[in-house]
């Protein structure tokens, strides 16, 4: 039987279980995933992460949702990974370049008594063109079109921030019955990888509220992907500036979409929750 170290740490309330993958990692971890994001039978989390080596950057961050599914990029994620490498003396460096299925990201690492406070990430910009987001739809890009789904009209702005999002503007998110309509935008046609859906309340031209459905996750505390879309779907449509506070359940975050680069920078905190330890058996579940 093997014994594996884990971390479970989360950005504002988006948990993932993270493990020091640099030298070996444990087999199967879609399916390891699965098993330890159970809330009841497992650690519980949205996901799992694997920290590990790259040939391209100073880490890779590897990450598989709780239905064991694999991820392309999550920007609480790769905050709690920056946090990581830095307090446990895996790098020095304040500036990080981290590989992920969407590219390598830049982070900028704020250092207070040797601690990591905010972390800012480049998250590139925003891709509009529907193929690559991907989502079914003929026109150039797909800003504020109404879909039927789940029996009504919605307005969808669609984008990808590395992973694909559709963002809906409503007047009152509270009572939304996200366990009813996640499903519905995740599993619906036009989406052909799926999607996340982000459901927008305007407060002010610089304060956004947000709830969001992953794919593969379900509804979260947190999605940073998702607050970037958010905020470039609030930008598209006359809705906000470009620097706009997102308020999301599990706490805030800073998205602001640079106007000369077109980047979209996200920035926010990380924490660590606690260790432990995951005993594996030869088929490589937990014990």
């Known amino acids: ?20 993958a640099l030298s070996s990692a444990p087999p199967d971890p879609g399916r390891l995933a699965r098993r330890l994001s159970d809330r009841h039978f497992g650690v519980g989390s949205d996901g799992l992460v694997l920290i590990r ?21 999550c920007g609480n994620a790769i905050r709690c990974v920056a ?20 590219g390598v990201k830049s982070l900028d690492l704020q250092i207070q008594g040797g601690q990591v406070g905010l972390v800012t990430v ?40 590395g992973n694909p999002h559709a963002v809906v503007f409503q007047d009152e998110i509270d009572t939304l019955d996200l366990p009813r309509l996640g499903p519905a935008f995740e599993h619906h046609a036009l989406f052909p990888d799926r999607v996340n859906t ?3 309340q305007i407060v002010d031209r610089r304060r956004l509220r947000m709830r969001v459905w992953e ?11 998702g607050a970037c879309a958010a905020l470039v779907a609030s930008v598209l449509t006359g809705r906000s500036e470009r620097q706009a506070t ?5 706490g805030e975050l800073s998205i602001t979409w640079q106007k000369q680069s077109g980047d979209v920078l996200m920035t926010g905190p990380a924490a660590f929750v606690f260790d432990g330890w995951i005993d594996l058996d030869e088929e490589g579940e937990h014990a």
């Open 1 to 20: 039987m093997t014994r594996i170290a884990f971390t479970k740490m989360h950005g504002i309330g988006n948990d993932y279980i993270y493990i020091d």
């Open 215 to 225: 794919r593969g996750a379900g509804e979260t505390l947190a999605c940073g992907t």
């Open 83 to 102: 946090k990581y490498v830095f307090e446990r003396g895996l790098t020095e460096r304040r500036q990080l370049a981290i590989e992920t299925l969407s």
């Open 122 to 161: 480049n998250m590139g910009p925003p891709e509009f063109t529907p193929a690559r987001i991907p989502v079914r739809w003929q026109d150039k890009n797909m800003v504020d079109e109404p879909i039927a789904i789940a029996g009504r009209l919605y307005p969808l702005t669609c984008l990808s921030m």
């Open 198 to 200: 982000e459901f927008v």
């Open 246 to 250: 997102v308020c999301l359940k599990g």
């Open 53 to 73: 080596p790259s040939k391209q950057a100073d880490f890779m961050m590897d990450m598989y949702n709780s239905d064991g599914s694999r991820g392309l990029m």
